[in-house]
């Protein structure tokens, strides 16, 4: 009897990863992809370097007698700090859509193989940007609520508290599952074969990881390890970043696709 040896799934996986980093080292990026992609990443690098140096800042000026991660890592409105605090919300809030606009990038360079991870990859930006979004929308409309409404009623104090979580819940899991399941699902695009795009995957996995770690810290109710999750995720999104820029920059010297 001839018996023919089917190919498994994970040998047919295998010969797709090799097509398609022979695809990646062929096939230039179009230009308009490589300008938004190089314009985001840049965007992305100064926001960040001024996110951070606003965490600092309450320290350095005094309004802060101690670094606290769980409220000095991500805009919350109830412990606002002033102008400070909310031009540093701002500025995270700016961050989200510039990841957009990376990712899809990516999304419109990647093979036809690997459009389905960017694809999720990017379905879970875009569900991020819209929650955080309407987080932020929420708490101003706290803080407003706080302004016009008297401290003595408990009814609406209680509801007003019970908003407040839910709302900075809804900020912490846009920022922390949907952003770090999207840094995981992106690593499939990036090759083995060259130090750059190994670094990349390294770097997203680290990141993806520490964002997951954040939002099961901050379910658990332990909001300064959470907060420092988020540090370290950031940590690594600006190395990604600079990364990418790098990986850009490989494409100037090719021709360009369109």
Not at 15 to 20: D, E, G, I, M, P
Not at 27 to 56: C, D, E, K, Q, V
Not at 164 to 170: A, E, K, P, T
Request: proline fraction near 3%.
């Amino acid at each position: 009897m001839n018996c023919v040896k089917q190919p498994t799934l994970y040998m047919e996986i295998l010969t797709c990863q090799k097509t398609l980093i022979s695809i990646n080292q062929s096939i230039p990026m179009n230009r308009n992809t490589l300008r938004i992609g190089h314009f985001s990443a840049w965007g992305i690098i100064i926001l960040t370097i001024i996110y951070l140096i606003g965490l600092i800042l309450p320290l350095i000026i005094g309004h802060e007698p101690e670094w606290r991660p769980a409220i000095t890592s991500y805009y919350r409105i109830e412990t606002s700090d002033g102008f400070i605090s909310d031009f540093n919300g701002a500025v995270f809030f700016l961050v989200i859509p510039l990841i957009l606009l990376l990712f899809a990038c990516f999304h419109d360079y990647s093979p036809r193989p690997m459009k389905i991870f960017t694809g999720i990859s990017l379905s879970l930006i875009v569900s991020s940007t819209i929650l955080c979004t309407l987080s932020f929308i929420g708490q101003f409309a706290i803080r407003d609520f706080n302004i016009h409404t008297s401290s003595d009623d408990y009814i609406l104090y209680y509801t007003h508290s019970i908003f407040s979580n839910f709302i900075i819940s809804v900020h912490v899991i846009a920022v922390t599952v949907f952003v770090g399941l999207a840094e995981l699902f992106l690593i499939p695009v990036f090759s083995k074969t060259n130090n750059i795009e190994k670094n990349i995957r390294l770097t997203l996995f680290f990141a993806g990881i520490f964002n997951l770690l954040s939002a099961l810290m901050f379910i658990l109710d332990k909001e300064g390890i959470s907060a420092s999750c988020m540090l370290f995720s950031l940590l690594f999104l600006n190395i990604f970043i600079i990364l990418c820029i790098k990986f850009f920059k490989r494409f100037k010297s090719q021709g360009y696709e369109g």
